[in-house]
């Protein structure tokens, strides 16, 4: 059961990344020989296919990529690194973790050796091994890796850039998941503020960070705090969905409990009469 969990959690969160995956497939300029052509081909192909889901097929046309890599460049080149990061996506997205880990030490390494240790490239490798470590709960594992990712990313980019966006989120994710919730916040924290600098006070987006900060400050005890970023959540979702969306429901359902654990009992049963009658609206 854990390792379902996990794995819907990676995949729930698979396309705040494709961005990524498609910067790393394009690092190294190709000469128009066949078999570096192919090798090109081919790790588009396991591109593709990740983005589509088709994950075993991906992984297929990721170990073909990979065997044409090493027999095509010569060691150390980046573009073995590019197949065996993806490879590495890959095989981790199946719970493969013992056949993903080395995978993701081995492009790490070529990336530190060819691009530098301050190279975007590292900081993504450094990102998807801390993923693996978290989806197996190895949180003192994940967090160093986290860490030097978001590290790299701010040097690169910039502190409020949206490319560290992600990397702090999942680092208020791993603190939030060992109930660390004061630790998580001030992540949870700066990335809203740089996305909402980036997309703009009401946009979608910035809903769900609001719903899930409001939790943490509900945790904490910072109940007020909680109960403005509900509301600001749940107002932006009824303007971009309307009233009786069920996604409307979800941030409802939220917010009762809330309102039930702080003792607001008659405000609870207002909101969960109300998901009720949200739910009915769709089973007929």
């Known amino acids: 059961m854990v ?4 794995r819907m959690k990676h995949l729930c969160l698979f396309g705040t990344k494709v961005f990524f995956i498609l910067v790393l497939s394009g690092a190294c300029a190709l000469p128009a020989y066949t078999r570096e052509n192919s090798w090109k081909e081919l790790n588009d192909k396991t591109v593709s296919l990740l983005q589509k889901k088709r994950y075993a097929d ?17 060691p150390g080149n980046t573009c073995i690194a590019d197949s065996m990061n993806l490879l590495g996506i890959l095989y981790r997205t199946y719970g493969r973790y013992t056949e993903a880990e080395p995978l993701f030490h081995q492009a790490l390494a070529i990336y530190k050796e060819s691009l530098g240790t301050d190279h975007p490239s590292v900081a993504k490798v450094l990102y998807e091994l801390a993923e693996l470590f978290l989806l197996q709960d190895k949180y003192a594992q994940a967090e160093p890796f986290y860490k030097q990712s978001l590290g790299i990313y701010e040097h690169v980019f910039g502190s409020d850039h949206p490319g560290v966006v992600n990397v702090l989120n999942r ?36 809903a769900s960070a609001m719903n899930n900060l409001a939790t943490l400050y509900y945790y904490q005890g910072e109940n007020t705090a909680a109960d403005s970023l509900y509301k600001q959540a ?34 609870a049963k207002q ?14």
Do not use: C, W
């Open 3 to 6: 390792t379902v969990v996990n």
């Open 58 to 74: 991906a992984i297929k046309a990721g170990e073909e990529a990979l065997k044409v890599a090493e027999n095509t460049f010569p």
């Open 171 to 206: 680092l208020g994710e791993l603190y939030q998941d060992q109930k660390k919730y004061a630790e998580a916040i001030p992540f949870y924290k700066r990335a809203l503020a740089i996305e909402e600098k980036a997309s703009g006070a009401g946009h979608p987006d910035l």
């Open 234 to 267: 749940l107002e932006i979702y009824e303007k971009e969905y309307g009233k009786d969306h069920p996604i409307i429901a979800t941030v409802l359902e939220k917010m009762a409990d809330f309102y039930e654990g702080t003792g607001k009992k008659n405000e």
């Open 271 to 284: 909101l969960t009469e109300r998901v009720k009658k949200i739910y009915s609206n769709y089973q007929k």
